[in-house]
């Protein structure tokens, strides 16, 4: 086999334009051409197997230089722009310097249609009910078939269920060290995209498909392993070194927002009670009206930070790398975790200024996409972490991502465009 084959060169990969990284449908964004290409190298560490599809397997790579730039060393076939290359940079640096490591899992929410013009749900049941998934109907099949060949691919699968909204679905992965963990994460996507067609169906992470319901996250939960670490003094079931890692991903939340959630379409989901997270800037023990809910909070062997500003559209390598390294500046400079525990019976929506100063709530998330970009501009931290030339990029690609999936279309239109991209 060729592909056999290719593995015994001295750089097994697959060669790509330049352009494939800021290719948006059918358009090249700004700062993008047809000049150049990279090699994408197989990552064998990364492969899995394909059950509903006999035969086949997916594998994870990574954009490298075809030829190496002079004067960068070991980096001199790194692509600065690649987004598995800058997650695993973020996370070697945090080991380096802070003797921190990490462990996340995934919540990957999905809607399950059988007809995308008009927008159809397989069924109209939510909340986690038994008519939600009835034997021997397609939705159930699917499920079945989903968990069968996550198992089968060695992904851990802790549960799958209905969630809220018609149709709607959550399959909820172990935890793995960031990269592996993303790596997973996407073996999952295409496990649940590819088996859904399989039975004539369309599963879609659209961020919110029914406006009358709720929508559909990537929840992330992430935790802090170090063996230098000490109860924090401030905070009840918090660690010194959680309390700073939170602190640095609260004080930068809102200038990253746009890599979390990336679209127009996203902001119709992240609005005050739905059950989205929220539009301040907080945290909570098991609040799911925060932006980052504290769970498991009193037992420091499976406590974790649940993110809950993340969805389907955005691209979970830069995601995670964006919150990581804003943790990381946490840890580094021993931020003061100045916003209190929003652990009442009201959100932050619900507080009113007065409640919100005592418990030090000062700041909203971005409330739409061009506040999101706006402040995403002006990010220190985004330069910091992921260079100049890539938040450039990134905004060119992303405006362009906009254009395409909103410009000129009614709203129907636009929905449906929506569901069979994501």
């Not at 004067?71 to 987004?83: K, T």
């Not at 209905?162 to 935890?175: K, L, M, N, S, W």
């Not at 939960?221 to 890692?245: G, M, Q, R, V």
């Amino acid at each position: 086999m060729y592909f056999e084959k290719l593995l015994k060169t001295s750089r097994p990969g697959t060669s790509l334009t330049k352009a494939s990284l800021g290719l948006v449908f059918v358009n090249i964004a700004e700062g993008f051409n047809a000049t150049g290409e990279y090699l994408y190298a197989i990552d064998m560490s990364t492969l899995r197997i394909c059950p509903y599809a006999p035969g086949h397997a997916s594998v994870m790579g990574w954009f490298e230089e075809k030829e190496p730039i002079v004067g960068l060393g070991h980096r001199s076939i790194e692509v600065d722009l690649c987004p598995r290359t800058i997650l695993r940079r973020v996370v070697e640096n945090t080991k380096q310097i802070s003797d921190v490591g990490f462990l996340i899992g995934f919540e990957t929410e999905f809607i399950l249609l059988k007809n995308t013009q008009p927008i159809q749900a397989v069924n109209p049941h939510g909340w986690c009910n038994a008519p939600a998934l009835p034997s021997g109907t397609p939705e159930s099949q699917v499920l079945e078939e989903i968990a069968d060949a996550l198992t089968a691919s060695n992904v851990e699968l802790q549960m799958y269920h209905a969630e809220a909204a018609p149709g709607q679905y959550e399959v909820v992965t172990g935890p793995l060290p960031p990269l592996q963990a993303v790596d997973a994460l996407i073996h999952t996507r295409e496990t649940i995209f590819n088996i859904a067609s399989k039975h004539g169906l369309r599963a879609t992470l659209a961020p919110r498909v029914f406006l009358d319901n709720c929508g559909s996250a990537a929840h992330a939960h992430i935790s802090l392993h170090s063996s230098n670490s000490s109860p924090s003094p401030d905070h009840a079931n918090l660690t010194s070194l959680e309390s700073s890692f939170l602190a640095g991903i609260l004080t930068h939340l809102a200038s990253f927002t746009l890599l979390l959630l990336p679209t127009t379409a996203s902001y119709q989901r992240m609005m005050d009670g739905v059950w989205s997270g929220g539009t301040y800037v907080c945290w909570g023990t098991d609040n799911r009206e925060a932006p980052i809910r504290l769970c498991n909070a009193s037992s420091p062997s499976s406590r974790n930070f649940e993110l809950k500003t993340l969805d389907g559209t955005a691209n979970p390598y830069l995601a995670i790398a964006a919150v990581l390294g804003a943790g990381l500046e946490g840890i580094l400079e021993e931020k003061q975790l100045t916003i209190q525990n929003c652990k009442g019976e009201k959100s932050a929506a619900l507080l009113g200024d007065q409640g919100r100063k005592v418990l030090g709530i000062s700041e909203r998330l971005p409330l739409s996409w061009e506040e999101a970009r706006a402040k995403f501009e002006k990010s220190e931290l985004v330069e910091g972490v992921f260079g100049k030339e890539f938040k450039e990029k990134y905004l060119s690609v992303n405006k362009v991502l906009k254009d395409q999936l909103t410009f000129g279309l009614m709203d129907e239109e636009e929905l449906k465009l929506l569901v069979e991209t994501y």
